[in-house]
Each structure stands twice: as C-alpha cells, then as structure tokens.
T-cell receptor, first 113, second 114 residues
Framework: AQSVSQHNHHVILSEAASLELGCNYS??????LFWYVQYPGQHLQLLLK??????LVKGIKGFEAEFIKSKFSFNLRKPSVQWSDTAEYFC???????????FGSGTRLQVQP | DTEVTQTPKHLVMGMTNKKSLKCEQH?????MYWYKQKAKKPPELMFV???????INESVPSRFSPECPNSSLLNLHLHALQPEDSALYLC?????????????FGNGTRLTVT
C-alpha cells in the first residue's frame, strides 16, 4: 500500500519568510500528487496538483511544488509567506488505479506577523 | 465556498441512536467519497462510490452504512456508534476519469458520540 510522509509537523515562520514543506510517497507506479490546505474551521481546498508534464507546478496564492520522481518527493514552496497562510497543509497521493487519495499526516503552518 | 454540501454541520448522538449524514453535489461528478478526520490527523478514507456503486470499503465497521441513492447524493447511516467514532466526517466528489480530477471536499459534519 502506498504511504505519504510529511516530516514537518509544525512550522513557525515570520511574515515574508520563505516556505518549503516536504512530502515523500512510497508508491513506485504512476501517481497523481496534490497539496490541500485547510484553514481553521474551513473545508479542505486544493492548492495545486500534478498529473504529468512539467514537474514544477504552480497553484493558487503563490504556491508552487516540484515533483522529483527519483526522490519520490513533491515539496511545496512559497517564496514569501503571509499571516493569512496560517493553516494545515496536507500532501496527498493517488495511484492511477485507485480513485481515492492517501493523505500525509499534515503540517501545521503558523505565520507570525 | 465549497460546492459539496454536507448536513448537518454538527451532530451529537447517543450510542443507541440511529442517525444519517447527508452529502450533495451538483457538479456532475460520478465518484463520491466518505472520509473520517480525527483532530490533528489527516483524513482517512472510508468508502468510495463510483456511478452509484460501492467500489471501495476500507474495512469500515458495519455500524457505518453508506448509501448512494443517485449520482448527486451520498448518505452515511450511523447506528450503535462508539465514543471513539467522534470525528469530522468529510464528503468529497470527483469526476469519474481516474487521474484527471482532484477531489472537492465539503465542510464536513462534526459528530460527537456520547
């Protein structure tokens, strides 16, 4: 079975700092990769997705992620975070034979003004 | 705002009660999902429906009974739950072409079992 690892459980940054959240998965076949964000009290929202093509994908709100197949990684980045980015961030993987997502354990990002 | 609507938003039930959670989407999605999310944990898959047929059951106890009456609706019937079943229950939907559509999530139903 596939698994997803997010090694940063809680990240605290000051505004304007750069962000990188790690995500590694264990499935060796073809996968779709996602980052979801959950703001306090709100539903899970899609930040960005990778299906194929350019391994550097851009999402909403200035986020981007890079798929590195050889490292089984899909790290999330943002050059300059804002206080409003405070939220829980989940990496998720879906192998192309199975519809459902497998989520990582999540990273709680706290941005201090 | 999300296009997947879940009701009720909050539910408190006793261990002998029978209740149902409801989920509705009008995006024409033919795959629908139930996830369970405990506090400070990621969502865990419970069930997947594809074209109104149950395609994945992640070994969920029988006290949870899903139902998909039509392509827009998804229910989760609850009976004889335990306090450890208290969690946020999330519904999601996606287009049926695997690999081409992300999941759209509802706001969830926060369930407390007393």
């Amino acid at each position: 079975a596939q698994s997803v690892s997010q090694h940063n459980h809680h990240v605290i940054l000051s505004e304007a700092a750069s962000l990188e959240l790690g995500c590694n998965y264990s499935y060796g076949g073809t996968v779709n990769l996602f980052w979801y964000v959950q703001y306090p009290g709100q539903h899970l929202q899609l930040l960005l997705k990778y299906f194929s093509g350019d391994p550097l994908v851009k999402g909403i709100k200035g986020f981007e992620a890079e798929f590195i197949k050889s490292k089984f990684s899909f790290n999330l980045r943002k050059p300059s975070v804002q206080w409003s980015d405070t939220a829980e961030y989940f990496c998720a993987v879906r192998d192309t034979g199975r519809r459902a997502l497998t989520f990582g354990s999540g990273t709680r990002l706290q941005v201090q003004p | 705002d999300t296009e997947v609507t879940q009701t009720p938003k909050h539910l408190v039930m006793g261990m002998t009660n029978k209740k149902s959670l409801k989920c509705e989407q009008h995006m024409g999605h033919r795959a629908m999902y139930w996830y369970k999310q405990k506090a400070k944990k990621p969502p865990e898959l419970m069930f997947v429906y594809s074209y109104e047929k149950l395609s994945i059951n992640e070994s969920v106890p029988s006290r949870f009974s899903p139902e998909c009456p039509n392509s827009s609706l998804l229910n989760l019937h609850l009976h004889a739950l335990q306090p450890e079943d208290s969690a946020l229950y999330l519904c999601a939907s996606s287009q049926e072409a695997p690999g081409l559509s992300p999941l759209h999530f509802g706001n969830g139903t926060r369930l407390t079992v007393t």
